[in-house]
């Protein structure tokens, strides 16, 4: 057992699992049998790179750090202004109550529909991302929002704003779908950590920005300004979207991506990276086996269709192709990244819902987010009348503290997030188990469950509590919710790597499923059972939900093993 994490019986070495720092006396220079392998030697202790990049110089892994930054930035600059549309509405809701003579169920429906978009288009996405490529994806999306959002402010009856909402979604969806895999495309393990942070942060961070502006903006100029504004900073942004980002989809021989092979697999993979005299390499101890062959849970039938899935090839495979020109960089697409089945790769994500890691992740991320839109649709009920009778300014005002809670939380996680998965590798003896990335769930635990049941005790009587405390607790449950979401987003990156994107792609159909389902009953819900008893129900059913991390945790490493033995995409005719 690993500091918890059960060893698994069938198999000597778990795909996901990895030998990540080496000790000082085991460097390259003196360790002959490792100078093949390829390591990040900025710190004190060098660092394996994992997964291995090849010698392709259009291999992302290998482009220079800042320039992976770059795509970074400008992919989180975008994200800012989709994930803006997400809550757009949220300070406005009496405004376009009385604009448009509907009720506030209707005005949650605007934000419904838009989830609805989000979810659905997002299946057919990333579909598209696995056989195409993401830059394609990014860039339809880019213009979808400047479109959507123009349409938006220029609506002048209900339906054309709920049409515009929904073009809205799908123009969202390929930056929530795709942009956390782009971080996995990007960085090696040691680095994710930080970046995912930040990725998440453009995504979430800004949808409790967004109300404190579109308030002011509302108060002031109008409500179709809101629209417009995102419309104009988008199309600034399309610019840089065309000009740098490229593709950073990549097929890379299957023997460097070390970190989702399995035992046999990873011995073929030092034979190929180290050639015939470093056949004994340390890796081999990875499984604290002598042999890594011996793996009885590879049958020769999971090799050969992991080998039709990835490609095999030598370590020097690449050497000979030339590094690809700015102007070869711009185009849309630069081949097809698998040659599997589009319809196929469809369907995918619906069979992971039966996997446990990813309804884990699911429930992780999704239930903390629908409550956060459940508080969202409530608020303005709650201020908007006596005893404080808020304006849109005013709401909008409401979201500073879930603003400054998204901040803290993201901080949170990209502090902890890498220093503990380092801290745990070195008591583990330099093996990296991706269950150490559930650790982040307790923080999760204490801060997003206090802010359900404070929100709830505070919210139900504001004319003692006023209007701090109840944006405390919710400034607490964005907390709570954002070190959910990178710590699930790290776990699926680092645990399932290999079917990553279907896996995003069921995260995002659940949280933007579960939310649109919540706006349809959430103010009548609120209204019947009153905010106190609401809220007292979420927060119990979200520890319960925090609660399966502990056998995650646990049987995490077994769970890996019994699905790559027993794989669901093959069990259901999908490969």
């Known amino acids: 057992m690993g500091l918890g994490v059960l060893r698994d019986r069938r198999m000597e070495h778990v795909p996901g699992t990895v030998f990540v720092l080496d000790d000082i006396s085991r460097t390259p220079a003196r360790n002959p ?17 994992v997964p291995q990049p090849s010698d392709d110089p259009n291999d992302p892994l290998n482009w220079p750090l800042w320039k992976r930054d770059a795509i970074l930035v400008v992919l989180s600059i975008i994200s800012v202004m989709a994930a803006a549309l997400s809550s757009i509405l949220a300070a406005n809701t009496l405004t376009l109550s009385l604009f448009f003579e509907r009720d506030f169920t209707a005005m949650a429906l605007l934000t419904g529909y838009h989830l609805c978009g989000v979810g659905v ?47 809205q979604g799908v123009g969202v969806a390929p930056f929530e779908a795709l942009v956390n895999a782009s971080v996995g495309d990007l960085y ?151 040659n599997e089945n589009f319809f196929k790769l469809l369907l995918r994500p619906f069979p992971l819902f039966l996997h446990p890691a990813i309804l884990w992740g699911c429930l992780i991320q999704g239930m903390m987010i629908g ?7 409530v608020l303005a009920a709650i201020f908007l009348g006596p005893p404080l009778f808020f304006n849109e300014q005013e709401t909008g005002y409401m979201y500073a503290g879930a603003f400054i809670g998204a901040i803290l939380g993201f ?45 709830g005790i505070t919210g139900a009587n504001v004319v003692k509590y006023r209007w701090f405390w109840p944006d405390f607790f919710f400034g607490l449950e964005v907390m709570g919710m954002v070190i959910g979401t990178v710590a699930s987003a790290l776990y699926i990156v680092d645990a399932h790597r290999d079917i990553s994107v279907e896996a995003f792609t069921c995260l995002l159909m659940f949280k933007n499923l579960f939310s649109f389902g919540l706006t349809w009953s959430a103010y009548n819900w609120v209204v019947s059972n009153g905010i106190s008893h ?6 119990s059913i979200q520890i319960v939900v925090c609660l399966l991390s502990i056998p995650m945790y646990i049987y995490g490493k077994r769970n890996r093993s019994f699905f790559y033995r027993h794989d669901i995409l093959k069990i259901f005719g999908l490969l």
Request: with cysteine; aromatic share 12%.
């Open 33 to 49: 049998d490792n100078t093949r392998l390829k390591y990040d030697k900025n710190g004190t202790v060098p660092i394996i790179l």
């Open 121 to 167: 288009a997002g299946v057919l996405f990333v579909a598209s991302a696995r056989v195409w490529g993401k830059r394609h994806l990014y860039i339809l999306g880019t213009a979808l929002i400047v479109a959507g959002s123009a349409w938006g402010g220029a609506s002048r009856s209900y339906q054309s704003l709920l049409w515009a909402r929904v073009i």
């Open 188 to 338: 090696f393990v040691h680095q994710r950590g930080i970046r995912m942070a930040l990725s998440n942060l453009a995504l979430f961070g800004s949808a409790f920005f967004t109300p404190i502006l579109a308030g002011k903006i509302t108060h002031t100029i109008g409500w179709p300004w809101t629209f417009y504004f995102v419309a104009i900073f988008a199309g600034v942004t399309f610019p840089l979207v065309i000009l740098f980002v490229p593709e950073t989809a990549y097929s890379r021989s299957a023997h460097l991506n070390t970190d989702i092979l399995s035992g046999d697999n990873l011995h073929r993979s030092q034979e190929l990276s180290s050639g015939p005299e470093l056949s004994g390499s340390h890796l081999t101890s990875v499984g604290n086996s002598a042999s890594l062959n011996a793996d009885v849970g590879d049958s020769s039938e999971k090799r050969s269709q992991y080998e039709e899935r990835y490609t095999w090839g030598g370590a020097n495979d690449e050497t000979s192709t030339p590094k690809a020109s700015f102007a070869k960089s711009l185009r849309l697409f630069n081949g097809r990244k698998t």
């Open 371 to 377: 409550w956060t839109v459940l508080i969202g649709v």
């Open 411 to 455: 901080i949170i996680s990209g502090l902890l997030a890498d220093w503990s998965a380092r801290f745990m590798t070195r008591r583990n003896k330099g093996i990296y188990e991706p269950e150490f990335r559930i650790l982040l769930v307790i923080p999760q635990l204490i801060l997003g469950c206090a802010g359900l049941f404070g929100f």
């Open 534 to 539: 609401t809220f007292n129900i979420m927060g």
